[in-house]
């Protein structure tokens, strides 16, 4: 078998065999095959795109290119959950101790933040003492004990992916359907829970700006989730504004925390309720009526609160930083972000929003750049409020002074005010099965 014919038959349109796919990602994880023709596989594939057989070979091969999780022991209890990501979005800090306190095995390998978007493991580890590594026999025995565990992504766990993505990064090819939903999937497959539920973002400050693209990219994941044997669900939620008040590490872990002790009820409530309430339909055949009102009551009881604490304290972390959250390091410098007139907030944009806390020193601008814990941004008013001139739509935070000019000034720039209120907007647009 040669490279080049596989090239040519993608060029011109062929399916691809599983022999030809699976040479493919051998070659090219162990470096027989050079960047050259797997850049021209890939943008063969960008232009005449794969069949739903091709990518769920394709990321099978992907998911077998390295180190695999076994979660047999747990059988159809296990489950993941993963967010194509967004601003202010700490659903796994508030939906695994819920579904784990409801009898569900989490398993979860989450990764850290770049550019305008956060990472679940930065903010954990603004929690003192959280251990985001740990040895395989340490992570299923906590999830045997606690139900559930969180950490970084580790090992050797999709090496193909990992070559796959950087290439395509620099050859243009990474807005290509069956890639994306490959490079997704196959660390979800490759990390073996039986059910994954999707939160799949939208709007200014996701991946897919778009309904239609997110709805495309939503179906095609539970398809190739399903196809490789997983019970796969997706929802399709907003991502034109932040989620909930908080962004910035420890601040989501403190408004996560909120959340799970029942004293805010707000958007990131909501969403963290149905995608629960997805999982355990999954994982337990519950009706969708069921599923919410289990999920509700372990929030309201502080089943799910007490799961968090128990949760924390088996990875390491100071549980007296959960139990009181005044006990988190607060930034020496704040700044309040004023009105600049009256009227309503008429639209966000998420992406800006999420570079200002990389400005604060919350995020990072490339990988080896180091975070502060406590940077971030507290949001008083989101697309729909009303403000007055002076009335205060935010509070930046920061350890370094000389960035507030700058953020205020990115801040400024992603709220637009009218004098007409826009029309509500669902926070969940769609549920995918």
Known sequence: MRMYDIIENKRNGKELSKEEIEFFIKGYTDGSIPDYQASALCMAVYFN????KETVILTEAMANSGDTVDLSMF???????????GVGDKTSLVVAPIVASLGCKITKMSGRGLGHTGGTVDKLESIPGYKTTLSGDEFISQVEKVGMAVIGQSGNLTPADKKLYALRDVTATVDSIPLIVSSIMSKKIAAGSHNIVL????????FMKTIDDAEILANEMVKIGKGCGRNTAALITDMDMPLGSAVGNSLEVIEAVKVLKGEVKNDLREVCVALSAELISLVFSLSHREALEKVNDALDSGKAFEKMKEWISAQGGDVSFIENTDNFPKAEYEFDVLADG?????????????????ILGAGREFKEDSIDFSAGIMIYKKTGDKTDKGEKM????????LSFEEAEKMYRSAVCLSSVKPENKPLIYKCVR
């Open 342 to 358: 009256d009227g309503y907030i008429s639209s966000m944009d998420t992406e800006k929003i999420g570079l200002t806390s990389v």
């Open 394 to 401: 935010a509070t930046l935070f920061t350890n370094n002074k």
């Open 199 to 206: 939160d799949v973002k939208c709007g200014s400050g996701a």
């Open 75 to 85: 059988g159809a209890l296990s489950a993941d959950k993963h967010s194509t990501g």
């Open 49 to 52: 795109g794969m069949t739903e």
